[in-house]
T-cell receptor, first 111, second 116 residues
């Protein structure tokens, strides 16, 4: 499975946008980019995913570089409840199979 | 539907004892996954089922670990002769086989195991 690289930690102020980067230089054409987050003492939860085009949903936006070697998860207005570990994951294909988690980025949000 | 549930939420055991955890997936989800997470690390894949069939096992799943999903609904993960290194959070996730939801994994809250 192709590998992702994320910063270990980031800080943000409440109600400001947050850009969480992810590098995946060895991504293949059939790898989807998934983002999950894990709030303290909870299991991971799905945030967003994409293949080539930028994606938006109610939680976040995903900006994918044209060469697909990097992507950025954008939280438009961080809240205290967004403090979590964010995982960028590459997954072959669009259906079943395992997700391989890295160490993720721990996001802290200051009031 | 209340999501993926796991039981127990916490388990403390002595080294050498056997433990069993249960996972109830979202109903009608054909796929069920087990992960292990140690402090400060991301979840590590252990195994996954499609209905009753165990389709993949990680090398992390030593012969002391066994997982079953006998009727294609709930699953159990058993650890025999526990060691202190088994102390971790054990996470279960499920997903449907087809449709838009097949892309997502719905995780349970996990079972925290402490081996003394």
């Amino acid at each position: 499975d192709a590998k992702t690289t994320q910063p270990n930690s980031m800080e943000s102020n409440e109600e400001e946008p947050v850009h969480l980067p992810c590098n995946h230089s060895t991504i293949s054409g059939t790898d989807y980019i998934h983002w999950y987050r894990q709030l303290p003492s909870q299991g991971p939860e799905y945030v967003i995913h994409g293949l080539t085009s930028n994606v938006n949903n109610r939680m976040a936006s995903l900006a994918i570089a044209e060469d697909r070697k990097s992507s950025t998860l954008i939280l438009h207005r961080a809240t205290l409840r967004d403090a979590a570990v964010y995982y960028c994951i590459l997954k072959y294909g669009n259906q079943g199979g395992k997700l391989i988690f890295g160490q993720g980025t721990e996001l802290s949000v200051k009031p | 539907d209340t999501g993926v549930s796991q039981d127990p939420r916490h388990k403390i055991t002595k080294r050498g004892q056997n433990v069993t955890f249960r996972c109830d997936p979202i109903s009608e989800h054909n796929r069920l996954y087990w992960y292990r997470q140690t402090l400060g690390q991301g979840p590590e894949f252990l195994t996954y089922f499609q209905n009753e069939a165990q389709l993949e096992k990680s090398r992390l799943l030593s012969d002391r670990f066994s997982a079953e999903r006998p009727k294609g609904s709930f699953s159990t993960l058993e650890i025999q002769r526990t060691e202190q290194g088994d102390s971790a959070m054990y996470l279960c996730a499920s997903s449907p086989l087809k449709g838009g939801g097949a892309r997502f994994r719905f995780f349970g809250p996990g079972t925290r195991l402490t081996v003394l």
